[in-house]
């Protein structure tokens, strides 16, 4: 079983920056795949951007490419997603998940952080 409680979402400026942050326990943490979803008013949850356990293979939508970065600290058991450039289409609540390596779906969630851009 995994644990994963996320922080640092808020109301910014659109243009502006905000580092969100995601702490995991219960499972060794280096071994998972570790990822950031979001989901809008009215949408459904979607992918944003998903790390490997070294960190060596980062995958991004297309929609954050070029302004978000994910990145992890495994011994801190950290997750984080830097996200730049905000746009008021990114308002959404975004939410941490893991996933074992063998697994495609990510089946361990976080409750969720509220990122508002405002225009």
């Known amino acids: 079983q995994v644990q994963l409680v996320e922080s640092g979402g808020g109301l910014v400026q659109a243009g502006g920056s905000l580092r969100l942050s995601c702490a995991a326990s219960?499972?060794?943490?280096?071994?998972?795949?570790m990822g950031w979803f979001r989901q809008a008013p009215g949408k459904e949850r979607e992918f944003v951007a998903e790390i490997r356990w070294s960190g060596s293979r980062l995958l991004y939508a297309d929609s954050v490419k070029g302004r978000f970065t994910i990145s992890r600290d495994n011994a801190k058991n950290t997750v984080s997603l830097q996200m730049n450039s905000l746009k008021p289409e990114d308002t959404a609540v975004y939410y941490c998940a893991a996933r074992t390596p063998a697994i495609i779906n990510f089946d361990y969630w976080g409750q969720g952080t509220q990122v508002t851009v405002s225009s």
């Open positions: 219960g499972r060794t943490f280096s071994s998972l795949v």
